[in-house]
T-cell receptor
């Protein structure tokens, strides 16, 4: 079974731009979660989508948004990029609720904001 | 607020020796606890979880974790370390407080196994 895939793997943007990251979960998984990983803040939960609905959300500003499609694929959008948004963005999928079940992570998208 | 702490940034162990990576938590209600590992240039991988049941949880790659309610700890253990166990380990807890639920990760512990 194919794992979680994320595209693109690397991205360089300038301040003020917006960016869209994509995540394809493992086949049959209905939950997709997004995380931001930085050396300073560690791993932080962004949000979780389940059956096209956002179920949970972390403490991030409204510039961070996401959506999930009917095939469970998910996109994350960051508008008005700031230097501090430079991070590794990880997507994870799970069979059901991410809070109860083990998650399977993708390799991440490395975003650099200049 | 619910939280999880990994008190050691780095743990160094000789190959063949037992290893322990520490994790303590603070939650209201029953804790849901997880361990994940991040190998260099690879994504996070699930190791094991505790939701209910036996206090000793067995997971992938020979790892196990001991849930101790009185000490609010969930330490990761392995009887005999391998060099290939060298990686970054994260403890995580489910947070059901507030208007939204989420998973909180610890700051991570870098495990280094010397040959």
């Amino acid at each position: 079974k194919a794992g979680v895939t994320q595209t693109p793997r690397y991205l360089i943007k300038t301040r003020g731009q917006q960016v869209t990251l994509s995540c394809s979960p493992i086949s049959g998984h209905r939950s997709v979660s997004w995380y931001q990983q930085t050396p300073g803040q560690g791993l932080q939960f962004l949000f979780e989508y389940f059956s096209e609905t956002q179920r949970n959300k972390g403490n991030f500003p409204g510039r961070f948004s996401g959506r999930q499609f009917s095939n469970s694929r998910s996109e994350m959008n960051v508008s008005t990029l700031e230097l501090g948004d430079s991070a590794l963005y990880l997507c994870a999928s799970s069979l059901e609720r991410a809070l109860d079940y083990e998650q399977y992570f993708g390799p991440g998208t490395r975003l650099t904001v200049t | 607020a619910q939280s999880v702490a990994q008190p050691e940034d780095q743990v160094n162990v000789a190959e063949g020796n037992p290893l322990t990576v520490k994790c303590t938590y603070s939650v209201s209600g029953n804790p849901y606890l997880f361990w994940y590992v991040q190998y260099p240039n690879r994504g996070l991988q699930f190791l094991l979880k505790y939701i209910t049941g036996d206090n000793l949880v067995k997971g992938s790659y020979g790892f196990e974790a001991e849930f101790n309610k009185s000490q609010t700890s969930f330490h990761l253990k392995k009887p005999s370390a391998l060099v290939s166990d060298s990686a970054l380990y994260f403890c995580a807890v489910r947070d059901m407080t507030g208007s939204a639920s989420k998973i909180i990760f610890g700051s991570g512990t870098r495990l280094s196994i010397r040959p």
